[in-house]
């Protein structure tokens, strides 16, 4: 990322400033991340590597005041939050996470809350990785016709990387067995092993809290909660808070929805589930900053994607007037 010039901080500092509590003042803008990678991955060109999650980092650091999720909800509710409140989060449960990520934010004093799919501690893997490194890792072109998908051509960078997102978006709404079961059979023509340490274990789970950094749920098994039996969708709630505070000896209070758009990935129902389970808050991947009124069970979140330190700081500043963000 290219470091901000002169100006550009001036313009940063003066936006950021604008947020008081005479303005946007008392909203709080959640982050969201999944992977930080050792090194550039062309295969996971959104995926932000250690040099510009650094960079992204540096300017939170400069221009926000971070908080933990939960402390930041606390404040949310007694209305006590700071200027351009932040909490940084991170989906899923990756060991980079541990290794790349919280190395970069503990040098800079700064905290962040990892929402944790439990049915991949200890080696597991997600489908969707399973999907990744088999495109990646295919020698020609790929045919899935017999698994009912289609042929995909991979002669270039960006087929692959058409491929993997098309065959994630035919395979994400599937029960996750079947979903498991497709991306194994592709990986199986693709002739790329399957197996992959991607994933924390509970030690290095244990040792990530040890760093004063927040862990929450995020199901068992990465399920669209909308797609799953009532029973199902309360068991894939509960037990992965039960995994979580059986491996950390302390409360789960936050709790993030696999994919978490309302409405299309869970309802109202689930929103039910998650407080009666007794979460304190939790996130969606609704779009905008979190305020007054806001509901602590459907909190808003944003991606940040931008390459450019300018624009990253600019979609951070209007993105905390962004607060009426999508409910079910």
Same mark, same amino acid.
């Given at each position: ?37 050792? #090194? %550039? ?61 919280? %190395? ?15 049915? /991949? ?28 998908? #289609? ?17 994630? #978006? ?11 079961? #497709? ?71 936050? /709790?993030?929805? %696999? ?19 007794? /979460? ?39 993105? /905390? ?8």
């Amino acid at each position: 990322m290219k470091p901000l010039s002169p100006t550009e901080a001036w313009l940063l500092r003066s936006g950021a400033r604008l947020l008081s509590p005479g303005g946007a003042g008392g909203s709080l803008l959640v982050l969201i991340y999944h992977r930080v990678l050792a #090194q %550039p991955d062309p295969i996971l060109p959104d995926e932000p590597d250690a040099e510009l999650f650094a960079a992204h980092m540096d300017l939170v650091a400069r221009l926000f005041n971070v908080l933990s999720l939960g402390e930041a909800i606390e404040r949310l509710r007694s209305r006590s939050l700071p200027p351009r409140a932040v909490a940084i989060t991170f989906d899923d449960g990756y060991v980079n996470n541990l290794e790349v990520a919280a %190395p970069i934010l503990a040098a800079r004093g700064l905290t962040a809350t990892f929402f944790i799919t439990t049915g /991949f501690i200890e080696g597991g893997q997600m489908f969707n990785d399973l999907v990744i490194e088999a495109v990646r890792g295919a020698p020609g072109d790929l045919d899935l016709r017999p698994l009912g998908l #289609q042929h995909y051509a991979l002669d270039s960078l960006e087929r692959r990387r058409q491929a993997i997102d098309g065959i994630l #978006q035919r395979l994400k709404y599937l029960a996750p067995a079947e979903r498991l079961r #497709q991306a194994e059979a592709i990986a199986g023509i693709a002739g790329v092993s399957g197996r992959m340490q991607l994933m924390m274990t509970e030690r290095q789970l244990r040792e990530l809290a040890s760093h004063g950094m927040e862990i929450g749920a995020h199901c068992v098994t990465h399920p669209i909660l909308a797609r799953l039996p009532a029973e199902a969708a309360r068991h894939e709630i509960l037990s992965s808070k039960d995994r979580l505070e059986a491996i950390l000896g302390r409360a789960v209070r936050t /709790f993030a929805y %696999p994919n978490g758009r309302p409405g299309t990935d869970y309802a109202r129902e689930h929103v039910a589930m998650v407080r009666e389970a007794g /979460f304190s808050a939790a996130v969606s991947t609704a779009w905008g900053a979190a305020s007054k009124g806001v509901d602590y069970y459907q909190v808003p979140r944003v991606a940040p994607w931008d390459r450019s330190a300018l624009k990253y700081g600019l979609r951070m500043v209007r993105s /905390f007037t962004q607060r009426r963000a999508r409910t079910v």
